[in-house]
């Protein structure tokens, strides 16, 4: 079977319900939205789900703090378990704290980590036209970001791969569970 092929058995799929975390300019959207039509689960921008208060902070440049975050992440727990099917959203879902509320909603949800270079992850946060998220935040993102424990259902996968690669390699592992690192 094609990797690149919808599958019309998403029930048989390793996981259902699936972050797709990272800091920001890691391109938790672009593959969601690749990925969505590749693996027949609904894909959300988690950024959709914030409340208007946390967007005019981050706008200003100002980062979010804990409680800040809780009822966004509410949000996206809540929006996760009411996919009876499956479903993938984008959430940043940086410390483990974040995930475990995510999890009270949807205890086998998976995350797929993009990760990649500093470097990279700035220039293209300089390149997005019309995003609330300053680049001038990434720092505080990157020191706040705690990586997968490996009690934790998850992958963690290289942004500096083709875009191609990354949806192909992720329907994959939605399909089987595989757990080894793409590094």
Known sequence: MNAL?????????AYRH???MGVS?????????????????????????????????MARG????????????REIGAWLAAADNG??????ALKRSYRDLIRE??????????????SVLFERMNHRPGHFMPASLLHSQVETLESLGPDESGKLFDI??????IVGKAARWIRTGDQLSEH
């Open 62 to 73: 100002v980062p979010l703090t804990d409680e800040d975050r809780w009822p966004w992440l």
């Open 160 to 165: 500096s791969e083709p875009l191609e690669t």
């Open 87 to 92: 479903a993938m959203v984008g959430c940043s």
């Open 25 to 57: 300019g890691s391109g938790k959207s672009t593959v969601g939205e690749m990925l969505s039509p590749v693996v027949g689960l609904a894909y959300r921008d988690g950024d959709d789900l914030h409340p208007q208060e946390n967007i005019a902070k």
């Open 105 to 118: 909603y949807v205890p086998e949800v998976a995350f797929l980590h993009l990760d990649g270079e500093f």
């Open 5 to 13: 092929l919808p599958s019309p058995q998403c029930n048989d799929f």
């Open 18 to 20: 699936i972050v797709i």
